[in-house]
Nanobody, 128 residues
Framework: QVYLVESGGHSVESGASLTLSCRASGETYREYCMGWFRQAPGKEREGVAIIGSDGQTTYKTGIEGRFTISQDNAKNTLYLQINSLKPEDTAMYYC??????????????????????WGQGTSVTVSS
């Protein structure tokens, strides 16, 4: 069982940077695929970035290099560095974990509906 708690969300102005953190407890998540998702009011939850236990990363198309997902296994912490924040980045940001699946080869899920463990979210608000 993995328990996830996000932190680092704030209300900021456009152009600011934030680092979101997701601290895991209960057990390590080294074997897990980890992901950051976000959900804006009235919108569907969408994947922002996924990182596998092997360190391979996948990003949402169109984020233009502003987002970086990383993990510090020694601290059991997942990070999302966001640069040059824009109003459209305003959302609740969630950390999630799921074991990889086998579909010809092992791979991480990338849809929110396929992740089973979730934090409660941390709110990011970006004003213009």
């Amino acid at each position: 069982q993995v328990y996830l708690v996000e932190s680092g969300g704030h209300s900021v102005e456009s152009g600011a940077s934030l680092t979101l953190s997701c601290r895991a407890s209960g057990e390590t998540y080294r074997e897990y695929c980890m992901g950051w998702f976000r959900q804006a009011p009235g919108k569907e939850r969408e994947g922002v970035a996924i990182i596998g236990s092997d360190g391979q990363t996948t990003y949402k198309t169109g984020i233009e290099g502003r987002f970086t997902i990383s993990q510090d296994n020694a601290k059991n912490t997942l990070y999302l560095q966001i640069n040059s924040l824009k109003p459209e980045d305003t959302a609740m940001y969630y950390c999630a974990a799921e074991l990889p699946f086998y579909a010809g080869e092992y791979a991480c899920p990338y849809l929110a509906e396929d992740f089973g463990s979730w934090g409660q979210g941390t709110s990011v608000t970006v004003s213009s």
